[in-house]
């Protein structure tokens, strides 16, 4: 994991090597939204290998959990890598 703080925000980087497994991601999902541990403001996931549908599901259940906005890339190879970018509520 990368992290870099600057004066107007902080970005996470993480390689999470896949995220298809929902408990996976929902742990994933909940241990960067922790505000006590985390408060980053830009999150960079890379190699998340989500397929589409599940990238749509990885988006509403970011939402659901942290309020922000998100965008999962896919391929439609499967276990192909994908990155996404994600920010919390502010």
């Known amino acids: ?3 870099k703080k600057t004066d107007k925000f902080k970005i996470a ?3 999470v090597n896949g995220i298809n497994d929902t408990w996976k991601r929902d742990r ?3 241990l960067l ?3 006590e541990l985390y408060n980053f403001d830009i999150i960079l996931l890379q190699e998340t290998k989500l397929s589409k549908e599940m ?3 990885a988006e509403k259940k970011w939402f ?3 309020g922000g906005q998100s965008f999962f890339a896919h391929t439609e190879r499967i ?3 994908g990155v996404a970018i994600a ?3 502010t």
């Open 28 to 30: 994933t999902f909940h």
């Open 33 to 35: 939204n922790d505000k």
């Open 79 to 81: 276990n192909s890598s």
């Open 64 to 66: 659901n959990i942290t």
């Open 13 to 15: 980087s993480l390689n």
């Open 55 to 57: 990238s749509c599901l």
């Open 87 to 89: 920010k919390q509520q």
């Open 1 to 3: 994991m990368y992290f």
